[in-house]
């Protein structure tokens, strides 16, 4: 083969592995977001409906890493990514009850995943959440959490670190959440 050979199949290489769809990890529930929960005292609580802001113009739910299109496992929608990480949250802090008559739901505002940085990666997620009780708003606010790690301009290590951190950016934003004096006492008995 010559030299132009090569150049080309590993540029087609290159393009055709760029375009590939990587698949977000599932969430894993952080252990000291779940400790925090456990400790505040609060009651059982339902999961209620989780959906995208339809006034925003940016998709929350199309997220890219170097052009390559990164997915979420649940349904391929980061909104079900935010509900299944409450989810998983409550349920890890045994404080899941599906026939409680208090409910979290929520709105994904904001998704913004950033692996193209040379020397640093950054997500960035918003949320607003919202707790009723009896049909009674008790809870109603927006959080939202930044985060950053070490990146490369090589795209073979960029691009998983990019995918493996975007977890992290969620755990934070739920972190804040529940760390919120207001909505601990909307889940309190």
């Not at 290159?14 to 969430?27: E, M, R, W």
């Not at 959906?51 to 929350?60: E, F, I, L, R």
């Not at 959440?177 to 601990?184: A, K, M, R, T, Y």
Request: proline letters at 3%; charged letters at 25%.
């Amino acid at each position: 083969m010559s030299n132009v050979t090569n150049i080309t199949a590993a540029v087609f290489m290159a393009l055709s592995l760029g375009a590939c769809a990587l698949a977000a990890p599932k969430y894993n529930a952080s252990m000291e977001n779940v400790g925090n929960l456990r400790d505040a005292g609060l009651g059982k609580v339902k999961v209620g409906k989780f959906t995208a802001d339809p006034a925003s113009k940016n998709n929350v739910n199309r997220l890219t890493i170097r052009g390559g299109s990164y997915e979420s496992p649940y349904d391929k929608s980061f909104v079900a990514y935010l509900e299944e990480a409450v989810r998983q949250e409550l349920d890890d802090a045994r404080l899941l009850d599906a026939g409680t008559n208090t409910e979290v739901s929520g709105v994904l505002l904001r998704n913004d995943l950033d692996g193209s940085g040379i020397s640093t990666g950054k997500a960035d997620i918003e949320a607003r959440f919202m707790v009723k009780r009896d049909g009674t708003a008790r809870y109603d606010k927006v959080q939202s959490a930044h985060h950053e790690w070490e990146s490369s301009f090589l795209g073979a290590k960029a691009i998983p670190a990019a995918a493996q951190n975007y977890p992290t950016v969620v755990q934070k934003l739920l972190a804040k959440l529940f760390g919120d004096s207001d909505f601990l006492a909307a889940l309190r008995p």
